[in-house]
Structures are given as C-alpha cells and as structure tokens.
C-alpha cells in the first residue's frame, strides 16, 4: 500500500486507514471476535493506521485495539478525547485531559499514545491558548507522542492548522464534502499539516448498497440521528438528506470503472485530492476492511471523472451542505 507522512507526526502510514467507531458501537452489534477479524483483515491488506476514540463504547473500541495492536507492533493507532461530558468551553482543561489520557492510555496499554486528538470541541476550544498549551504539556511528558484535532467545520480546521504544535486535521470529506478542497486542504499542505479524511462514504451511502427500502438497526447512529438528535448530523450521511443522497450515488455510479465497486471509486476520490495524508473508513466485518484496503490499488481518476463527481456535488449536495461546515 502506498505511504504518506502524517503530517507532523513525522510517522509513514498507509494511505487507507481504518475508522473504528464501527467496532465500539452505534453501528449495530459487533462481537469482539468480529471485531478482532476486522482488524487482522485490515492489517493484512496494508492497514497500518487505526483510529479510534474512547467514546466509542465507552471504552471498548479502545481496549480492542489496544490488545490487538500490541500483539502487532508497528501500527499507529490515534485516539480522540472530549466526548465523555459536556461539549462546553470550561471542560477542555488540563486536569480533565489529564483524566481523559489516562484512561486512553489505559484502554490501549500503552505508556504514550502516538496520537490524541480533541473530539470535535466547541469552535472556541480552538482559539483557546491555555488548550494548547495544555496538550504541549502532555507531549513534553511523554503522555502522547503527537495531538490534533477532529472538526466539524472548515473554519476550526483553518483556526487549528495555524497552531504550530496541531500535527493533524481530522475533517469529513468525500464526495459529498467538496468545501475543505478550497481553503483547508491547500492550508495543512503549506503548514505540513496532516489531513485524515473521515465519513469517507458518507456513512454508507457512498457504498452503492442502499436505496429507498433500506433500514437501520435502532441502535445504529443512521436511524436515531438523522436530524442531529445525538450528535452533528453532518457526522450522518454527510448531513445530506437520504433521498438526495441516493440521487446523487444514480448518477456517480457510471463513472465507477470496470471491476470496481462504488466504494472504492469513493475512496479512490479522496486519494486524488492533494493534501490527504489518509482515509479511514470503517468496516464492520474482513470482507469489508479488505475491500476498502484495495480502494488503493484503482488507478488514480481521470480529470474527465473529477469534473463530473463535481457536477453531481454542485447539482444536487451543494445547496444542503456547503454553508453549513
């Protein structure tokens, strides 16, 4: 699998990644043994870096992969912290960081997490120096070996790339996502700044495999927060409506070249965009951690192909998502 630098982590990882909402929770029921399997299949296509949280099952998406990388040496594995209380200004503060790593740290069984980032914190955590210097602190004691954050908007990733110590930007972008092409992408090349690409197919949609009779699980995050109820409802489906969602996937699918799936096509788009450091779709089973791993191997699209994923964007996603991150 191709490698790029994680922006300045310094650290080399393989350019498809895997997400691991999947195997903590709001996805339906995965068993730990299927989680596990998941993880081996990922690894063994290439996978070399996973991301995870410690709100993901409350912990359990952490504990997975933390037994699992250590009986892999090698991988890079990124958690993300902030999401356990309330999403307020006043919590984002040493003493709870502190509390929060050293509960990561314990779910991985590691001494120093080689990458914590803040979970989508409200806009003005970014603008908050005594955050940073916070986080500065838990590098210089070896609690972590690299921070950054996760956004919703492009604007906190814009606030957040001017910080010298950020090494990594975590953004939705897809096919569905065209905005952080504008201004983000260019701003973390020029500040080397790393860029993980999440919600690559759009929580699925951009997989091909749904339509309108398609039903979710009561607690799967795509049936009880599509309007936001939980959490940003941009973190679902994109915060594209699932009809126009469906719509827009009619028209991409004759662009898909012979013997690839949708999926792949989908990722292989993100690939393309210059500044992507890696893409972390989930996976609920091997199958499908093998297939997103062979998103790699689909030549490069051609221009003709990106101008036209751009049409779609424009015609039929545009008026629902850009202005709002």
């Known amino acids: 699998m191709e490698q790029r630098v994680l922006g300045r982590t310094g650290r080399q990882v393989g350019v498809v990644g895997l997400g691991a909402w999947q195997l903590g929770a709001d996805w339906g029921e995965v068993s730990e043994d299927e989680a596990v399997a998941t993880l081996n299949a990922a690894v063994e296509s290439g996978v070399t870096f996973i991301d995870t949280a410690d709100v993901y099952g409350d912990?359990?998406?952490?504990q997975i992969v933390g037994r699992f990388a250590k009986a892999h040496p090698g991988l890079t594995v990124a958690t993300k912290m902030g999401r356990r209380m309330e999403q307020i200004p006043s919590n984002y503060v040493m003493s709870n960081f502190r509390a929060w790593n050293e509960r990561?740290?314990?779910n991985l069984g590691v001494d120093t997490i080689d990458l914590v980032q803040l979970h989508c914190p409200p806009t003005p955590v970014y603008s908050t120096d005594a955050v940073f210097d916070a986080l500065d602190t838990l590098v210089a004691e070896k609690k972590i070996a690299a921070?950054?954050?996760?956004?919703?908007?492009c604007e906190e990733a814009l606030t957040a790339i001017a910080r010298p110590g950020v090494a990594t930007v975590q953004i939705i972008l897809n096919a569905f996502r065209l905005k952080p092409l504008?201004?983000?992408?260019?701003?973390?090349r020029a500040a080397g700044v790393?860029?993980?690409?999440?919600?690559?197919?759009?929580?699925?949609?951009?997989s091909g495999k749904y339509d309108e009779h398609t039903t979710f699980a009561a607690d799967d995050h795509r049936t009880y927060n599509r309007q936001g109820e939980a959490f940003d409802v941009g973190e679902t489906f994109s915060g594209v409506d699932f009809a126009t969602g469906l719509e827009a996937v009619r028209r991409l699918?004759?662009?898909v070249p012979e013997g690839v799936t949708m999926a792949q096509f989908a990722l292989r788009w993100i690939l393309d965009q210059e500044g992507v450091s890696v893409v972390i779709p989930g996976a609920r089973n091997p199958a499908?951690?093998?297939?997103?791993?062979?998103a790699d191997s689909v030549p490069p699209l051609d221009a003709a192909t990106l101008t036209a994923v751009r049409a779609v964007y424009d015609d039929l996603i545009r008026p629902q998502v850009h202005h709002r991150w």
Request: overall charge positive; charged content about 20%; aromatic content about 2%.
């Open 147 to 153: 921070y950054g954050v996760s956004v919703e908007t």
């Open 182 to 188: 504008e201004q983000v992408l260019p701003a973390a």
């Open 59 to 62: 912990g359990r998406s952490e």
């Open 253 to 255: 699918a004759p662009l």
């Open 288 to 294: 499908q951690a093998r297939a997103n791993a062979a």
């Open 104 to 106: 990561s740290r314990r």
């Open 194 to 206: 790393g860029i993980i690409a999440r919600v690559p197919l759009a929580s699925g949609l951009l």
